[in-house]
């Protein structure tokens, strides 16, 4: 590891150890604070953000028009807040490291750390940062595991093993490979790997933590249950995907805790993650989050927005502000017997994208993912997929359980489609040895066409 990066990381992880005192007035006054000093350097530094708030430099939060992937992709160079980079310069860096298999944990010129996202919502991202923007990346992945109660000491190495994407563009590979060290042995594996090698690396590991998407626990979970796996985690914690009930008692079940259901993203890093209670805290000292519905308004809490707008504290090489996703979630209140007070993240539903748009009896109804998890959970031993084809719905399943039939499961998904307003339409399902995966392993769980609305 970079010893100036870990320095640097390991103060953070004070503060923010710190932080987890701090009441409700006190949160809002950081934020109040970091937001005006986040503002200030944007607008110092960036074209775009003088632009796009063009008479509403004094104005509140919630007047600023939100800021979108494309529109940042599409002005990158005048939204970078520096003169040594471009979104040029940046693309080589990133080629020329998934070409030459170099190490992602390294600083690109001694200064930056860059990962791409997968594109799979629409235009690719390419998101950097300097070293202090790092180090709070970094301090925010970390905290999940001590709001776990997991914890590294120089007498107990916290291993982990990393089951997700072995991309080095991918930013858990960045992440993997930075904070890799004798105090945190990490096993990076690759999702996409042979069952039967990413298990023996296990077995041969024995990590404390377990981390990886929901679509790759799941079949782990399965091969420990069938005695071929053999590793005992302190935690296991789930990423980067939507972790469905069921997937959650199975993980349990085979590794006889509940799972940590950490919410982060590429571009913003740890948003929230559970504490041992297992209830979910918005990482609120180091993101504002704003749940809106369809029109940009905020909903009140224990309601699901449409989509989420997060304005990221310690960003100032690229600044995050309202920077819209298209996840859904639901906010609740304060409170909770671990003693936080940071807001609780009731739900992630999802993302608008997983939403299938198919002609219905009075038009065109939207078929959230939860009509298909209530089927298919059940249905497939390790994964499924629902994926849009023209001539109606693709349903792959990763093994079927027993009691379970290909006809069954077509006749299940066809019911659950009527009964959410849809018309028939054809069901083709397929019993697959592998669900298809993005070019960075995930495996979403429902796959829209894309000239979709």
Same mark, same amino acid.
């Given at each position: ?21 701090? $009441? &409700? ?14 503002? =200030? ?7 775009? @953000?003088? %632009? ?32 040594? +980079? ?13 070409? *030459? ?39 925010? @992945?970390?905290?999940?595991? $001590? ?45 996409? &790997? ?66 940590? $259901?950490? @919410?982060?993203?590429? #571009? ?8 041992? @209670?297992?209830? =979910? ?8 989050? #704003? ?21 990221? +504290?310690?960003? %100032? ?12 979630? %639901? ?9 936080? *007070? ?8 999802? %993302? ?21 998890? $209530? ?24 093994? +079927? ?18 009964? &959410? ?27 829209? +066409?894309?000239?979709?609305?």
């Amino acid at each position: 590891m970079d010893l100036r990066l870990v320095s640097h990381v390991l103060f953070l992880r004070a503060a923010l150890r710190r932080r987890d005192r701090w $009441d &409700a007035a006190r949160i809002a006054a950081h934020q109040d604070h970091a937001l005006k000093e986040l503002r =200030r350097a944007a607008y110092a530094g960036s074209e775009f @953000y003088r %632009r796009h708030h063009a008479g509403l430099h004094d104005a509140p939060l919630d007047q600023l028009p939100p800021v979108t992937k494309a529109d940042l992709m599409a002005h990158f160079d005048e939204a970078i807040t520096t003169p040594d +980079l471009t979104l040029a310069a940046l693309e080589e860096h990133l080629r020329s490291l998934a070409g *030459s298999g170099g190490d992602p944990g390294r600083p690109w010129r001694g200064r930056w750390w860059a990962a791409a996202t997968a594109g799979t919502t629409g235009r690719r991202g390419i998101f950097v940062w300097n070293r202090a923007e790092w180090a709070a990346v970094l301090a925010s @992945y970390a905290r999940a595991n $001590d709001w776990a109660g997991l914890y590294a000491r120089l007498a107990l190495p916290l291993k982990v093993a990393l089951v997700s994407s072995r991309v080095p563009t991918h930013q858990s590979a960045v992440v993997g490979a930075s904070v890799r060290s004798g105090v945190i042995p990490t096993l990076r594996l690759d999702v996409t &790997a042979p069952m039967d090698e990413n298990v023996a690396a296990l077995n041969r590991f024995q990590p404390r933590i377990l981390v990886g998407y929901a679509s790759a626990l799941k079949p782990l979970a399965a091969e420990q249950q069938a005695g071929r796996l053999h590793i005992a985690p302190q935690g296991v914690m789930s990423a980067s995907e939507v972790l469905s009930p069921h997937t959650a008692s199975e993980l349990e079940a085979a590794w006889g805790s509940a799972p940590f $259901d950490v @919410y982060a993203a590429t #571009e913003t890093a740890g948003i929230a993650s559970p504490c041992a @209670y297992r209830n =979910r805290h918005v990482y609120e000292d180091l993101v504002i989050i #704003e749940p809106v519905d369809q029109a940009g308004n905020p909903v009140p809490a224990g309601t699901t927005g449409a989509r989420l707008l997060v304005t990221v +504290l310690f960003s %100032r090489t690229l600044p995050l502000i309202r920077y819209e996703m298209s996840d859904t979630v %639901r906010l609740d209140g304060r409170g909770c017997p671990c003693g936080r *007070s940071f807001t609780l993240m009731e739900d992630i539903e999802g %993302r608008i994208e997983d939403v299938l748009h198919l002609p219905g009896r009075t038009g065109t109804v939207s078929v959230h993912p939860i009509v298909f998890h $209530d089927v298919l959970d059940q249905a497939a031993i390790a994964g499924w997929q629902v994926i849009q084809v023209p001539t109606g719905l693709r349903v792959l399943l990763a093994g +079927l359980t027993p009691g379970q039939s290909v006809e069954g499961v077509r006749a299940a998904v066809a019911g659950a489609l009527l009964a &959410a307003g849809a018309l028939d339409i054809s069901v083709d399902v397929q019993v697959v040895a592998r669900l298809e995966r993005t070019a960075l392993g995930k495996a979403p769980f429902v796959r829209a +066409l894309k000239d979709q609305p």
